[in-house]
T-cell receptor, first 113, second 113 residues
Framework: DAGVTQSPTHLIKTRGQHVTLRCSPI?????VSWYQQVLGQGPQFIFQ???????GRGNFPDRFSARQFPNYSSELNVNALLLGDSALYLC????????????FGNGTRLTVT | RKEVEQDPGPFNVPEGATVAFNCTYS??????FFWYRQDCRKEPKLLMS???SGNEDGRFTAQLNRASQYISLLIRDSKLSDSATYLC??????????????FGTGTRLLVSP
C-alpha cells in the first residue's frame, strides 16, 4: 500500500515567488495536516483539513493557504516567499482527526534564495 | 513558556546503555501523548503512544505523569540503530479550542560502538 506521497521532493524558489506543494494521503485517510520543520526544530503545525474542510490553523501568516480536494489530496500554497520560509514541509494523513496516529510523507524541502 | 519542552541533547551513550528522555507540557487539558522518532533528513515516524498507566514495547518504555505534566521515554540496551531524534508530541486544545498536535523540538540520541 502506498504511504503518504508528497511532491515535489525538493524545490528552490526566490523571494517573492509563489509555491504549491502537493500531498496524497494514505488510501482511506480523510484528514490531512501540514507542518513546517525548520532545521533543528520540531514540526510546527500549519493546517489541518478533514473531509475537505479546514479544521485548524496554526500561527502562520495569511501568505499560507491550503485546500483539500474531493479525493482527500491536499495542496499547500505559500505566496510572497521569504527567506525564512525555507524549511521541510511535511504532510501527514490520519484516518480521522489529529488524535489518530499521524503518518508522514517524506516531505518537500523548500529553499528560498 | 513553550507548549512542549525537551532537552535537545545530544545524548551520547555506548551500545547497551539505558537512556531516558523527559518532556514537559504546559497545557493541563492535553489529552493524548506520543513519541515519534525522526532520522536525519527523514520524516517523523510514530514510535509509541503514551498511556497513563505506562506502556512498554520491547526495549522502549513510555510513562506519563499528568500531575507533573511530564512524559518520559526509556530505552534499554541501546543499539546503534537507535541513533535518531526523539520527538515528544502532545495532543490537546490550542488557543482557539481546536485540538492539535504540538511537537517538541526533539532530543537527539547518538549511540556509539
Amino acid at each position: 500500500d502506498a504511504g503518504v506521497t508528497q511532491s515535489p521532493t525538493h524545490l528552490i524558489k526566490t523571494r517573492g515567488q509563489h509555491v504549491t506543494l502537493r500531498c496524497s494521503p494514505i488510501s482511506g485517510h480523510k484528514s490531512v495536516s501540514w507542518y513546517q520543520q525548520v532545521l533543528g526544530q520540531g514540526p510546527q503545525f500549519i493546517f489541518q483539513y478533514y473531509e475537505k474542510e479546514e479544521r485548524g490553523r496554526g500561527n502562520f501568516p495569511d501568505r499560507f493557504s491550503a485546500r483539500q480536494f474531493p479525493n482527500y489530496s491536499s495542496e499547500l500554497n505559500v505566496n510572497a516567499l521569504l527567506l525564512g520560509d525555507s524549511a521541510l514541509y511535511l504532510c501527514a494523513s490520519s484516518y480521522q482527526g489529529t488524535n489518530s496516529p499521524l503518518h508522514f510523507g517524506n516531505g518537500t524541502r523548500l529553499t528560498v534564495t | 513558556r513553550k507548549e512542549v519542552e525537551q532537552d535537545p541533547g545530544p545524548f551520547n551513550v555506548p551500545e547497551g546503555a539505558t537512556v531516558a528522555f523527559n518532556c514537559t507540557y504546559s497545557n493541563s487539558a492535553s489529552q493524548s501523548f506520543f513519541w515519534y522518532r525522526q532520522d536525519c533528513r527523514k520524516e517523523p515516524k510514530l514510535l509509541m503512544s503514551v498511556y497513563s498507566s505506562g506502556n512498554e514495547d520491547g526495549r522502549f518504555t513510555a510513562q506519563l505523569n499528568r500531575a507533573s505534566q511530564y512524559i518520559s521515554l526509556l530505552i534499554r540496551d541501546s543499539k546503534l540503530s537507535d541513533s535518531a531524534t526523539y520527538l515528544c508530541v502532545v495532543f490537546g486544545p490550542g488557543d482557539t479550542g481546536f485540538q492539535k498536535l504540538v511537537f517538541g523540538t526533539g532530543t537527539r540520541l547518538l549511540v556509539s560502538p
